[in-house]
């Protein structure tokens, strides 16, 4: 099978009639088949792919194909399909079809994008390494004894092993850059409100976002014109106008300014490698005419609290739906209401997730909301603004997306501050809401890749494509 790395390629070729869309879903089915043992689609929606795809091939004879045809792209499994199974890898949701596509589901159908199955995940997006998830830990196709991160572990994976052209992940705290960044791809967690979250599973509901994860920048940035956007199921959506952002890409940007947090880079927790990769582009952009320049962010120790205080209790609230009597799993050793509850929800999730709804239901107990929920806010709006106030003086922050590459597995399982940590410079773009990208311009010694992250104002997409597009060119 030809390896596309990009949208361009796939169309030159259909446009070309060197490939039909029917034969390039056909393909990629074979190679999910062959490295099955990545685990990394939970289904394979092989009859509607494939349907998708003879009527795509039909539209490209006519000449009235969307500017995504020939777009084969995974899902999450936390993201709705209509008449699919979406399970949030939990077996609380065994055996549910959805009734509704997500917002964003819809658009990309719309634009030709092609479906080919829901891809593994940490359980209810809970975790950083994939292992959490009641289908099995996926591997990392780069080194199958390490994690591929997560918890769009599985999405990173297949675009990653070339399973897919593309895939939507969530974003809740890193769930997109952190996995992008240990499988070398490109991953983009837009601007709290960018994106609808209908018809996506929520985690945390002020922290979620859904985005794109991509082999290259370009691919990102159309997925992302096509999805992003004013929906009336999604009342924190914003309506400012969608650029057309992979129209408006340009790899020779203005001189610009770009801010790093130098208690970030020093960091003793920060691999030597990817310091002295980040401290490399720096130096670059310096060189360029550029104007770089450290800051302080003195918060930087209350980042990843202030991101589990308040995720757990949205969490908390959010699953409380799951009680088995709904829908989803009903423990067979129920006798009664109270039973049902209690048997079904011990049973049905996992630890991670039953920690985070134990956690989140304390800090919102009545004793303790002053002390850790509502104090967890005000210590929000202090990240927010001090973030708002760099980005007010700068046009990017640079940093690393992880503090190392992919490890092995079982290597943090036992520690969950260990796990908790691995978020520790990806949840600020989560906690503040602006845009952040992970782009794979590393390489480590033990041969595996590393992402820097860039982060831009609310709403400034269209910049950090652009520039994203120069740093992997310079």
Request: some cysteine.
């Given at each position: 099978?030809?390896?596309?790395?990009?949208?361009?390629?796939?169309?030159?070729?259909?446009?070309?009639?060197?490939?039909?869309?029917?034969?390039?879903?056909?393909?990629?089915?074979?190679?999910?088949?062959?490295?099955?043992?990545?685990?990394?689609?939970?289904?394979?929606?092989?009859?509607?792919?494939?349907?998708?795809?003879?009527?795509?091939?039909?539209?490209?004879?006519?000449?009235?194909?969307?500017?995504?045809?020939?777009?084969?792209?995974?899902?999450?499994?936390?993201?709705?399909?209509?008449?699919?199974?979406?399970?949030a890898s939990s077996k609380i949701l065994e055996g549910f079809e959805s009734l509704y596509s997500a917002?964003?589901?819809?658009?990309?159908?719309?634009?030709?994008?092609?479906?080919?199955?829901?891809?593994?995940?940490?359980?209810?997006?809970?975790?950083?390494?994939?292992?959490?998830?009641?289908?099995?830990?996926?591997?990392?196709?780069?080194?199958?004894?390490?994690?591929?991160?997560?918890?769009?572990?599985?999405?990173?994976?297949?675009?990653?092993?070339?399973?897919?052209?593309?895939?939507?992940?969530t974003d809740t705290g890193g769930s997109i850059r952190q996995p992008a960044s240990f499988c070398g791809v490109v991953g983009l967690k837009p601007t709290y409100g960018r994106v609808s979250r209908y018809g996506a599973i929520a985690y945390a509901s002020s922290f979620d976002q859904i985005g794109p994860i991509t082999k290259n920048v370009r691919d990102a940035a159309l997925i992302m014109e096509v999805m992003a956007g004013k929906d009336e199921y999604d009342s924190t959506v914003s309506s400012k106008p969608v650029p057309e952002y992979s129209k408006n890409i340009t790899s020779k940007p203005a001189k610009i300014r770009i801010a790093y947090i130098k208690d970030v880079i020093e960091s003793n927790g920060l691999n030597p490698e990817i310091k002295a990769k980040v401290y490399a582009t720096i130096e670059k952009l310096k060189a360029a005419g550029h104007t770089v320049e450290p800051v302080d962010f003195p918060y930087i120790d209350y980042l990843v609290p202030t991101y589990y205080v308040l995720t757990t209790a949205e969490a908390s609230s959010n699953l409380a739906r799951y009680d088995g009597v709904h829908y989803g799993y009903r423990s067979k050793n129920a006798t009664d209401l109270e039973s049902t509850y209690k048997?079904?929800?011990?049973?049905?999730?996992?630890?991670?997730?039953?920690?985070?709804?134990?956690?989140?239901?304390?800090?919102?107990?009545?004793?303790?909301?002053?002390?850790?929920?509502?104090?967890?806010q005000k210590v929000r709006r202090l990240l927010k603004d001090k973030t708002n106030d760099i980005l007010s003086k700068y046009d990017f922050i640079i940093l690393p997306t992880t503090p190392g590459t992919a490890f092995k597995f079982g290597e943090h399982s036992a520690d969950p501050i260990a796990m908790y940590l691995e978020d520790i410079f990806t949840v600020q773009a989560n906690i503040t809401g602006v845009p952040a990208i992970s782009l794979p311009i590393g390489k480590h010694s033990n041969g595996l890749p590393f992402g820097i992250q860039v982060m831009g104002k609310p709403f400034s997409e269209a910049d950090l494509f652009s520039f994203s597009e120069y740093l992997m060119e310079l």
């Open positions: 099978m030809k390896t596309y790395n990009s949208l361009s390629e796939v169309q030159s070729d259909l446009f070309d009639h060197k490939i039909s869309c029917a034969a390039l879903v056909q393909q990629y089915i074979s190679r999910i088949d062959e490295k099955k043992n990545l685990n990394a689609f939970t289904e394979v929606f092989e009859k509607s792919a494939m349907e998708k795809a003879r009527e795509v091939d039909e539209k490209i004879k006519s000449k009235t194909q969307g500017k995504l045809a020939g777009m084969v792209i995974a899902l999450k499994d936390n993201l709705c399909y209509k008449g699919h199974k979406v399970s917002t964003v589901v819809e658009r990309l159908l719309a634009e030709d994008a092609i479906i080919i199955g829901r891809c593994n995940c940490d359980e209810f997006a809970m975790g950083s390494s994939n292992e959490t998830s009641a289908f099995g830990n996926v591997l990392n196709p780069l080194d199958i004894t390490r994690v591929p991160g997560g918890s769009s572990g599985g999405a990173a994976a297949a675009v990653a092993a070339d399973l897919c052209m593309a895939s939507l992940g048997k079904s929800r011990s049973e049905g999730f996992g630890t991670e997730v039953k920690r985070r709804i134990m956690l989140g239901t304390f800090v919102l107990s009545a004793g303790y909301y002053d002390a850790y929920y509502s104090k967890g």
